[in-house]
């Protein structure tokens, strides 16, 4: 096994999925779907994608922001991002494959992102902005080595993000499609990890 800095591309998880398995021990992420965003030596940083809540309306935290909000307004849905600092939204969003990256954006694939800054909750407020966008509030983080060693001990399997578990609403749904996406039958997992 290779040491965290002889870590290469094939281990770099940024745009990948992480799917909580049956097993998964905190109850925050049970049956999670999380974007990895940022994935390095130095830890990663995440959006669980399938946990909404209905609760908070985004117009209605842009006028808590003082954002204008104008008839034109995206309906954009309000998601659960992860424990870590939930007062601070996250917006997921598509980006054009090619062009430069504004400061703020942080390019997780060709044409996915994630922006925290006032601009793009501005563009949305006028009916501009992504074609694509969810908030996120709060994220999910992990420090250096964390990722992996949860990983080996059974708590989540990797896959890759497409686009129906980033942006589709079937939330109930996002667990069983992410493990379907890989060749896995849900109900056969079982919450026991394997030793060989």
């Given at each position: 096994?290779?040491?965290?800095?002889?870590?290469?591309?094939?281990?770099?998880?940024?745009?990948?999925?992480?799917?909580?398995?049956?097993?998964?021990?905190?109850?925050?992420?049970?049956?999670?779907?999380?974007?990895?965003?940022?994935?390095?030596?130095?830890?990663?940083?995440?959006?669980?994608?399938?946990?909404?809540?209905?609760?908070?309306?985004?117009t209605e935290l842009l006028e808590q922001l003082g954002i204008d909000v104008e008839?034109?307004?995206?309906?954009?849905?309000?998601?659960?991002?992860?424990?870590?600092?939930?007062?601070?939204?996250?917006?997921?969003?598509?980006?054009?494959?090619?062009?430069?990256?504004?400061?703020?954006?942080?390019?997780?694939?060709?044409?996915?992102?994630?922006?925290?800054?006032?601009?793009?909750?501005?563009?949305?407020?006028?009916?501009?902005?992504?074609?694509?966008?969810?908030?996120?509030?709060?994220?999910?983080?992990?420090?250096?080595?964390?990722?992996?060693?949860?990983?080996?001990?059974?708590?989540w399997l990797t896959g890759d993000g497409v686009e129906e578990l980033i942006f589709?609403?079937?939330?109930?749904?996002?667990?069983?499609?992410?493990?379907?996406?890989?060749?896995?039958?849900?109900?056969?997992?079982?919450?026991?990890?394997?030793?060989?």
């Amino acid at each position: 096994m290779s040491s965290p800095d002889q870590k290469d591309e094939t281990q770099n998880l940024t745009g990948k999925v992480l799917i909580a398995m049956p097993g998964m021990a905190d109850p925050r992420f049970q049956r999670s779907v999380v974007l990895i965003c940022a994935h390095s030596d130095e830890g990663a940083m995440g959006l669980v994608l399938n946990h909404p809540l209905p609760e908070i309306k985004f117009t209605e935290l842009l006028e808590q922001l003082g954002i204008d909000v104008e008839d034109t307004a995206r309906h954009i849905e309000v998601r659960f991002g992860g424990p870590v600092e939930p007062a601070r939204g996250f917006v997921l969003h598509s980006v054009p494959e090619h062009g430069d990256d504004p400061e703020g954006r942080l390019r997780i694939g060709s044409a996915l992102a994630m922006t925290s800054t006032r601009d793009i909750l501005e563009d949305l407020a006028r009916g501009q902005g992504p074609q694509d966008a969810v908030l996120a509030l709060g994220y999910a983080g992990w420090g250096p080595g964390q990722i992996e060693a949860e990983m080996l001990q059974n708590g989540w399997l990797t896959g890759d993000g497409v686009e129906e578990l980033i942006f589709g609403a079937a939330h109930e749904e996002k667990w069983q499609l992410a493990l379907r996406a890989q060749g896995i039958d849900p109900s056969l997992l079982s919450a026991a990890a394997g030793r060989a």
